[in-house]
């Protein structure tokens, strides 16, 4: 269904930080978005670690979080954790974004309290319709910001 | 192994657009040798655990080739060396033999 200008006035340019070590991921998600030509800003980090002095360094204010679990060095499961005791950051929504449905991780990620939990499917036009569903409904939200 | 590695995946993604398809298989070209030689350490030390998070890297590259069927054996393969277990091992290694072979025929 094409969009009318009134869909498009209501969802915010979101600022995304994607927490994701694999360079193909990265570039997957990058690609999708510029197909769908929506016009949101993306800063990546490669582990946990590297979110955490993201978020330290106030580089970037994300609107959102998107999380993936199996990562070296921190993944995302430690992340949460550490995130969630900081004031500054527990309020912002992380989803998780894996192609990992081990129930433990996602009871785990769902306690310590996550906006939610999408699995990338293996089709990519399954993917490009869950990114896009994922975007726009977080473009609708009041989000807090600064 | 029924199915053939395949750039379907490939070129939904690029929507035709050549020097994209070319950078992203340069990088799968890149790093698939080196994740395939992790995880074949990994399983030589029985690090299992260590092998699944291998496996569970390799995916995306496995799906990125079309190879379905291959997915969802690496996808139980992962869950198995999570348990210490190692039975799929060589029905994994013919997916990254396949793998690698189609990847050496392709211009990058």
């Known amino acids: ?146 | 192994m029924n199915e053939q590695p395949n750039l379907s995946y490939v070129h939904e993604l690029s929507g035709g657009d050549h020097d994209f398809e070319k950078n992203f298989l340069r990088i799968v070209k890149r790093e698939l040798p080196l994740d395939a030689e992790r995880f074949r350490e990994n399983i030589a030390a029985e690090n299992f655990k260590e092998a699944a998070a291998n496996v569970h890297k390799l995916k995306h590259k496995i799906s990125i080739l079309g190879l379905e069927d291959s997915h969802r054996l690496a996808q139980e393969y992962e869950l198995q060396l999570r348990e210490g277990v190692n039975k799929l091992e060589n029905s994994f290694l013919e997916i990254l033999d396949a793998m690698m072979n189609y990847l050496e025929k392709i211009q990058t």
């Open chain 1, 1 to 146: 269904m094409p969009e009318t200008n009134s869909d498009k006035a209501i969802k915010r340019k979101l600022n995304i930080l994607y927490i994701e070590d694999d360079e193909i991921e990265e570039m997957k998600l990058n690609r999708t978005l510029r197909s769908l030509e929506v016009k949101h800003q993306i800063t990546v980090a490669e582990n946990g670690e590297k979110a955490l002095e993201i978020l330290h360094s106030k580089t970037i204010q994300p609107d959102i979080i998107l999380l993936d679990l199996n990562m070296p060095v921190m993944d995302g499961i430690e992340f949460l954790q550490i995130m969630k005791t900081h004031d500054n950051f527990k309020f912002i929504p992380t989803i998780i974004f894996t192609t990992s449905n081990n129930p433990k991780d996602m009871l785990e990620c769902f306690k310590l309290g996550i906006a939610g939990y999408i699995i990338k499917p293996l089709k990519y036009d399954e993917y490009v319709d869950k990114v896009r569903t994922l975007l726009d409904y977080w473009g609708l939200n009041e989000l807090i910001r600064g």
